[in-house]
T-cell receptor, first 113, second 113 residues
Framework: GAVVSQHPSWVICKSGTSVKIECRSL??????MFWYRQFPKQSLMLMAT?????????EQGVEKDKFLINHASLTLSTLTVTSAHPEDSSFYIC?????????FGPGTRLTVL | KQEVTQIPAALSVPEGENLVLNCSFT??????LQWFRQDPGKGLTSLLL?????REQTSGRLNASLDKSSGRSTLYIAASQPGDSATYLC????????????FGKGTKLSVKP
């Protein structure tokens, strides 16, 4: 149990395009989902906390208008990177929270050319 | 501000050796601490979760200890195998089970056959 999926697993796009990443909890309902990103040789850093049915809470330095988060249901959250640029290239990982633990998705590798 | 540090950054050992990975955190008011494994380009696999009231957790060849007052945790791996080669991440949760994880940069372990 407690499986979290992400789609796509990798994506390559041109600068200026938008990319949507989906995060799904497959066998449980998650009232809270988290979005992290990891640059090479760096630790995972929280980008935003997403609660179902409400606006996401963004960490300092993360542009909410650039990284759009939608948490429409208890099993799905989406992260849209708008007008992506090469510096947005990173590994994006989501997690879904139960009452006691977070479970992580397999991650999405984004490369912006 | 909570900071999580992992030492060493990288470790190479011959197969069969027992080893210890270290994690320290600056703010002892944690809710729980979790050890993860991350394979290259992949998501996270949870290894052990220690609640703030616990001193240690064991799973197979893995044993994690927590000394909350001194802000330290160790991950002990017995009889290491080449398949254990990965990056091991330590993360703490502040302020309740719905809080975000704060990660260290990880220890990259290489077990040589």
């Amino acid at each position: 149990g407690a499986v979290v999926s992400q789609h796509p697993s990798w994506v390559i796009c041109k600068s200026g395009t938008s990319v949507k990443i989906e995060c799904r909890s497959l066998d449980f309902q998650a009232t809270t989902m988290f979005w992290y990103r990891q640059f090479p040789k760096q630790s995972l850093m929280l980008m935003a906390t997403s609660n179902e049915g409400s606006k996401a809470t963004y960490e300092q330095g993360v542009e909410k208008d650039k990284f759009l988060i939608n948490h429409a249901s208890l099993t799905l959250s989406t992260l849209t990177v708008t007008s992506a640029h090469p510096e947005d290239s990173s590994f994006y990982i989501c997690s879904a929270s139960t009452s006691s633990e977070q479970f992580f998705g397999p991650g999405t590798r984004l490369t912006v050319l | 501000k909570q900071e999580v540090t992992q030492i060493p950054a990288a470790l190479s050992v011959p197969e069969g050796e027992n080893l210890v990975l270290n994690c320290s955190f600056t703010d002892s008011a944690i809710y729980n601490l979790q050890w993860f494994r991350q394979d290259p380009g992949k998501g996270l696999t949870s290894l052990l979760l220690i609640q703030s009231s616990q001193r240690e957790q064991t799973s197979g060849r893995l044993n994690a200890s927590l000394d909350k007052s001194s802000g330290r945790s160790t991950l002990y791996i017995a009889a290491s195998q080449p398949g254990d080669s990965a990056t091991y991440l330590c993360a703490v949760v502040m302020g309740g089970s719905q809080g975000n994880l704060i990660f260290g940069k990880g220890t990259k372990l290489s077990v040589k056959p």
